[in-house]
């Protein structure tokens, strides 16, 4: 029983598509986050919504929208994707703001060919 | 603001041990641990709350020292499994906002 899940797990679409990303956690948890890896490994914080509400949106190209149904689901649409899109990007959940563990999708790994 | 990890990356041979650091230059309310075996989703290990507890999972345990502003993963008796990068996280205020170090790459060898 997948708890975060992250559809789909490979991408490979051409520069200037529009794509989107879908995550959706059975948790019931009320935090939900987009974190972009590049080939260095860093964990970059794109976006973080608590119930619904955006709560943190990091220096990211407008390109990048997020959208949340619900608290147990959020998207992330990309529009007129570049070459420098291309890394992995994960999905995460937390039971709240606060000193609480995250648990993560398995990943989308993003190819902008 | 991002805490510093260090070693960058570390060698063992199975059954040795390994500690790792991540320091930040501000005050902390917590630290959390995760790690990420290649081609996966990192995964959490555990967090500490600032009071200088330390914590264990499995033999693997981590300390944080309030005032230094510093906390350490400590790696006993490491396994073959054990390899992979390791992050930390720090959280510096009520915003709650996670911080990510650059992590750090353990390889076991047999």
């Known amino acids: 029983d997948t708890a975060v899940s992250q559809t789909p797990k490979y991408l490979v679409t051409q520069m200037g598509n529009d794509k989107s990303i879908k995550c959706e956690q059975n948790?019931?948890?009320?935090?939900m986050y987009w974190y972009k890896q590049d080939s260095k490994k860093f964990l970059k914080i794109m976006f973080s919504?608590?119930?619904?509400?955006?709560?943190i949106n990091e220096t990211v190209p407008n390109r990048f929208s997020p959208k949340s149904p619900d608290k147990a689901h959020l998207n992330l649409h990309i529009n007129s994707l570049e070459l420098g899109d291309s890394a992995v990007y994960f999905c995460?959940?937390?039971?709240?703001?606060?000193?609480?563990?995250?648990?993560f999708g398995s990943g989308t790994r993003l190819t902008v060919v | 603001q991002q805490p510093v990890q260090s070693p960058q990356a570390v060698i063992l041979r199975e059954g040795e041990d390994a500690v790792i650091n991540c320091s930040s230059s501000k005050a902390l309310y917590s630290v959390h641990w995760y790690r990420q075996k290649h081609g996966e989703a990192p995964v959490f290990l555990m967090i500490l709350l600032k009071g200088g507890e330390q914590k264990g999972h499995e033999k693997i345990s981590a300390s944080f020292n309030e005032k230094k502003q510093q906390s350490s993963l400590y790696l006993t008796a490491s396994q073959l499994s054990y390899s992979g990068t390791y992050f930390c996280g720090t959280i510096m205020d009520s915003n709650y906002q996670l911080i990510w170090g650059a992590g750090t790459k353990l390889i076991i060898k047999p």
């Open positions: 995460a959940s937390s039971q709240t703001l606060g000193n609480y563990g995250y648990t």
């Open positions: 948790l019931g948890h009320d935090t």
């Open positions: 919504y608590n119930n619904k509400e955006l709560i």
